[in-house]
């Protein structure tokens, strides 16, 4: 009898009360209690490592385009790597929950296995840690955030050098030069090198409820002036209704409160380093970006501040909020059957002004500020994997067009290739209201190639943006120190990062 | 265990006196092995590793023996952790040690159904802690969480105060998972002691007048002083070293409001990468714990 009818059946009471009454053994008792463990354990799975905060967005994948040039080379190279397993982790990414139900088509065309771990983004880098410590090998493909790149840059195999190394492991007609310019140096590149291959671009757009704004006789927001006045107002009429102005993913600790505070400093004319490399949040107009920040928190459902990007996507999908400057991958979600507002949202260019962005030659650490905050990732080439040349062969196969395409058909993200945007089944969905939606891309693919903002590349990044910076934060937002003064939070953040870049012995 | 004198074939292996039965070598063999592999082993390359200086960008770890333990007694959030464990230890066991000790009075009769409700009791204890965090997490969301809005109701909490974001209410939120998964273990604990206690004090007592108020505090409180011992120093031992609730629910916040030691050092670990420094804040967590520890068998004459 399986577990489950087991469980249907009070398999644990019964269980109790057989060892109480003396029917079964201790030994017989521990058994069954393990196993009962287990299948929570299970279900805790399942739980922490769903696919949010995009689950009901998923449209089903088109149908197989894959070329015969490609799928017969697949075939022949995949021989030799036959009943191999290659692994990875990834957090539970659109792209990464599509490739996961697709991968059967890689196994089946190379006889590879494929294994992929959906766990939450700290326990992604959590475990890239690890085994780049001990250089396990226990991955064979990582999954990086672009907050990571340059950390895990030594760790990594260069796709581009591979693909020309391996001749005979290259994919006909892979065409590193369509993937997105500004994504591979914002996402993948470290110190001319490619860490990785692009693979998902989440990306700061804004978002707006069209009948709330029609209702209170708003012009879309273009500025962050126009914004606040909207926010505002619209908290200001519909709170008694449980609507607010805007809502944010400001959870104390968390790197997406790290991403909003990026972002308003970028869009206040800051920047988190200075040409010194000394941070540089903690000026004037750090100050005013996080002023700013405070204010729309007032504006946002209180649930706000324990809220990563899950709760926000929550917030926009329940009806909660009027407004969102926020990941543009939430689009496609909020606007599927399942959501209690469907074909309400539009998108709308990130806001841009009134202030003036920090000039490139004005930061440091490689900091792109913008408009668009980007918050891509790409998978790499582990250099300790033992089975390199197999998940080489997948890696290429997940980054192809054929599947990229798919994958943003299924998932309505982003494509990391250029060619995606003009194929045929993407802008046949452009007009589409639901699952799988492609209405939204070309705002999506604007930002990209004109405001994309990028966090700065230093190898220590990944620590601070996910423990200092956001726990500081967190302190501010949620009362527990600072009184509400932004300029403390700020001074005592910048004394904490220039401590760490000194200890780097990166100034 | 083989004969010493046993035959191979025709000839006779005679195994060396250590490796016979009467030799304690292997009976205690797999239990030390075990000890030294994951006990021992582990500490000793964690005192190892706290001695040298980490570069998390260049990966270069430089031999500073004093360096990481400096930082541990000039860090802010280590004395910070330091207090939130101890608040956290000492509020959840309190809590779990009057209600175990209740409820195991309650359940302490030989009466129909009573054998089904101590079986009930273990259920809390086979989920493991991170779904239980989970479970309480989703419990306690401010837009849709249930105990939130029965609260909401109850006008005990503002829809402006989520749970989980004040710090003093973030960390009774954890210590309600922790107390709603582990008093079941006290009641265990409390009910196997009350369970053995004689049964001849109790009726001269009652021959003598004695009111149940009585015999409580001059029979059964002095009698399972020891059993109360114990449990208070492994649930105390297992409490300090919290992390699996804080990092669900809370992620050591709002701020660092729940932040233990262990979450500390995990958060050094998994997000700074700094290995030497988390493996000395850990060193620090085990030494607070057995000195602890230590001090409360001393002072409460814990025999074993």
């Not at chain 1, 090998?137 to 391996?166: C, E, H, M």
């Not at chain 1, 997406?256 to 941070?279: N, R």
């Not at chain 1, 990941?327 to 507002?341: H, I, L, R, T, Y």
Request: net charge negative; with cysteine; aromatic share 12%.
């Amino acid at each position: 009898m399986s577990f489950k009818s087991y469980d249907k059946q009070t398999f644990i009471i019964d269980t109790a009360n057989a060892y109480t009454q003396r029917k079964i053994s201790k030994r017989d008792f521990l058994s069954k209690m393990g196993m009962a463990g287990i299948g929570m354990s299970a279900f805790a799975t399942g739980v922490l490592g769903g696919a949010r905060p995009f689950r009901g967005n998923m449209a089903h994948a088109a149908e197989n385009n894959t070329p015969e040039d490609v799928a017969k080379f697949l075939k022949e190279a995949g021989k030799s790597f036959a009943g191999t397993t290659i692994r990875y982790t990834s957090e539970a990414t659109p792209p990464t929950v599509v490739l996961d139900t697709l991968k059967a088509e890689f196994t089946e065309l190379t006889g590879i296995n494929v294994e992929i771990e959906i766990v939450p983004l700290e326990q992604v880098l959590a475990k890239a840690t690890q085994d780049v410590q001990g250089q396990l090998g226990t991955y064979d493909i990582y999954y990086l955030d672009q907050a990571w790149t340059s950390t895990f840059s030594r760790d990594t195999i260069d796709p581009v050098q591979y693909y020309k190394d391996k001749p005979d492991l290259a994919m006909p007609g892979f065409d590193f030069d369509d993937f997105s310019k500004p994504l591979v140096e914002g996402i993948c590149e470290y110190d001319n090198k490619w860490v990785g291959l692009p693979f998902d671009i989440p990306i700061f757009t804004l978002m707006y409820r069209k009948d709330l704004l029609e209702k209170h006789g708003i012009a879309v927001p273009k500025t962050y002036d126009d914004f606040t006045a909207a926010a505002q107002m619209i908290t200001a009429a519909e709170k008694e209704n449980g609507i607010f102005g805007t809502g944010c993913q400001a959870k104390s600790g968390h790197y997406s409160l790290e991403c909003d505070w990026t972002q308003a400093v970028w869009g206040h004319g800051g920047s988190i380093f200075g040409a010194d490399k000394k941070f540089s949040g903690n000026d004037a107009e750090g100050v005013a970006g996080l002023q700013w920040y405070q204010e729309m928190l007032r504006n946002s459902p209180p649930n706000s501040v324990a809220s990563t990007w899950d709760g926000q996507w929550q917030m926009g999908a329940s009806g909660q909020i009027a407004l969102c400057q926020s990941w543009a991958e939430f689009f496609p979600g909020w606007n599927a059957d399942d959501s209690k507002v469907k074909g309400l949202w539009e998108m709308a260019h990130p806001l841009q002004g009134p202030h003036s962005l920090r000039g490139r030659g004005d930061v440091g650490f490689g900091e792109i500020p913008n408009w668009g905050h980007q918050g891509g990732s790409s998978i790499a080439l582990s250099k300790y994997s033992k089975n390199a040349d197999a998940a080489w062969l997948f890696l290429q196969w997940a980054c192809s067009k054929d599947i990229m395409t798919r994958c943003t058909l299924a998932g309505g993200f982003a494509p990391m290739r250029n060619s995606s945007y003009t194929d045929p089944r993407i802008v046949e969905r452009k007009n589409r209201v639901g699952g799988g939606t492609t209405r939204h891309l070309d705002t999506v693919r604007w930002t990209i190639d004109n405001v994309m903002a990028s966090e700065p590349d230093l190898p220590i990044w990944a620590g601070v943006a996910n423990n200092e910076i956001p726990t500081e934060l967190g302190k501010l937002v949620t009362g527990q120190d600072y009184n509400g003064d932004a300029k403390a939070c700020m001074d005592q953040i910048a004394k904490l990062v220039d401590a760490k870049v000194e200890e780097a012995e990166l100034i | 265990m083989r004969d010493p004198d046993s035959r191979a074939g025709n000839k006779l292996i005679r195994l060396p006196r250590w490796l016979t039965s009467e030799h304690p070598f292997p009976w205690l063999f797999p239990a030390s092995a075990m000890l030294i592999v994951f006990g021992l082993y582990p500490v000793l390359y964690s005192l190892w590793l706290s001695m040298f200086k980490r570069n998390p960008a260049t990966r270069i770890e430089t031999f500073r023996p004093s360096w990481n333990w400096s930082k541990v007694f000039a860090d802010d959030r280590v004395i910070d952790a330091v207090s939130v464990t101890l608040t956290y230890t000492f509020i959840a066991l309190t809590i779990q040690l009057v209600l175990g000790l209740g409820i195991a009075l309650l359940l302490d009769s030989d009466r129909k159904g009573f054998g089904l409700l101590r079986s009930l009791m273990i259920l809390p204890l086979v989920v493991p802690p991170a779904v239980t965090g989970m479970m309480f997490l989703l419990m306690y969301d401010g837009s849709f969480g249930v105990i939130s809005h029965m609260l909401y109701g109850l006008g005990l909490l503002s829809p402006s105060t989520p749970i989980l974001a004040g710090g003093t209410s973030a960390l009774w939120g954890v210590i309600i998972a922790d107390v709603w998964q582990w008093t079941p273990f006290m009641v265990l604990i409390m009910l196997a002691g009350l369970r053995a206690l004689p049964k001849d004090p109790f009726e001269a007592a009652a021959i003598d007048g004695a009111t149940d108020m009585q015999a409580f505090f001059r029979l059964t409180l002095p009698m399972m002083s020891k059993i109360i011992a114990l449990a208070v120093l492994i649930r105390g031992i297992d409490l300090f070293r919290i992390y699996d609730y804080i990092k669900v629910m809370t992620d050591s916040g709002p701020g660092t409001a729940t932040e233990t030691l262990t979450a500390y050092a995990g958060t050094i670990y998994f997000k700074n990468a700094d290995f030497p420094y988390a493996s000395t804040v850990a060193l620090f967590t085990l030494i607070l714990v057995v000195i602890i520890a230590n001090l409360f068998i001393k002072i409460f004459k814990v025999r074993f």
